[in-house]
């Protein structure tokens, strides 16, 4: 897929980790009685940064890994311009890159989990990224518009996107005509937008490391963490498939 070259020292895996700590001495502080308030600004802004660097990365693409435009026209050609087979060969491919990746992070178990696990956060909403958008340009938007990059973003917390969406006061997109509504939108996706998918985002992954305790064994834990990936991303395609219908 292109990003397990740089993933452990991009500055993206770094912005994760940070969000992680600063999420978790939030609850901390919480426990001690700060307010709740302040300790959702304090959180906030690593929440934020961290989304951004999926956005940016998994939607305009860094080094070796291709932009999600530059994988949708790949599709398309290599499927004779049939949108929706272009649509499974990305899902199917980012399907394979997902796996890969959660059965890294939990194959030493306990002992390598925690070190691995921001970079798996990353590396995963990346692809699922990329892959979002890949299906909503292969089905005729434009990923340069702000609202549709806004829009993919939703779609990481699978169906739980409308929800995020309409905190913005944005609904269903309506073909062509969602194009007429993007300046509504600020320069980049809201604060509200992207503290709300982070925060999602950060409590699914803390909760599946929990849970599923069986990650924490060596051998069997890359097993329980690739199903476990290939699971989510099924959740997010099925969303992307959802929130861009083709135009």
Excluded: C
């Amino acid at each position: 897929m292109g990003i397990f070259g740089f993933m452990r020292r991009d500055e993206g895996t770094k912005t994760t980790r940070s969000a992680m700590k600063e999420v978790r001495r939030g609850k901390a502080a919480k426990g001690r009685g700060k307010k709740k308030a302040e300790v959702e600004q304090e959180s906030g802004g690593a929440l934020q940064r961290m989304v951004e660097s999926f956005r940016d990365i998994g939607l305009d693409g860094k080094m070796s890994f291709s932009s999600a435009q530059t994988v949708a026209d790949k599709a398309l050609k290599g499927n004779r311009n049939n949108p929706e087979k272009a649509v499974r060969k990305i899902i199917r491919s980012h399907r394979r890159g997902v796996t890969v990746g959660g059965f890294v992070t939990g194959l030493g178990g306990v002992v390598t989990l925690a070190a691995l696990l921001p970079a798996n956060v990353f590396e995963f909403y990346v692809q699922a990224t990329r892959m979002v958008g890949a299906i909503a340009a292969v089905r005729g938007y434009d990923l340069d518009d702000e609202e549709i990059r806004t829009r993919v973003l939703a779609a990481l917390v699978g169906e739980e996107s409308d929800d995020i969406l309409a905190s913005v006061g944005l609904g269903p997109v309506a073909g062509v005509a969602t194009r007429q509504i993007t300046k509504r939108l600020p320069a980049s996706p809201s604060t509200a937008v992207a503290r709300a998918i982070g925060g999602r985002v950060l409590r699914r992954f803390g909760l599946r490391s929990v849970k599923l305790f069986g990650k924490a064994i060596p051998g069997l834990g890359g097993l329980i963490g690739a199903w476990g990936d290939r699971r989510a991303l099924k959740k997010i395609a099925d969303a992307a498939l959802k929130d861009f219908p083709q135009i």
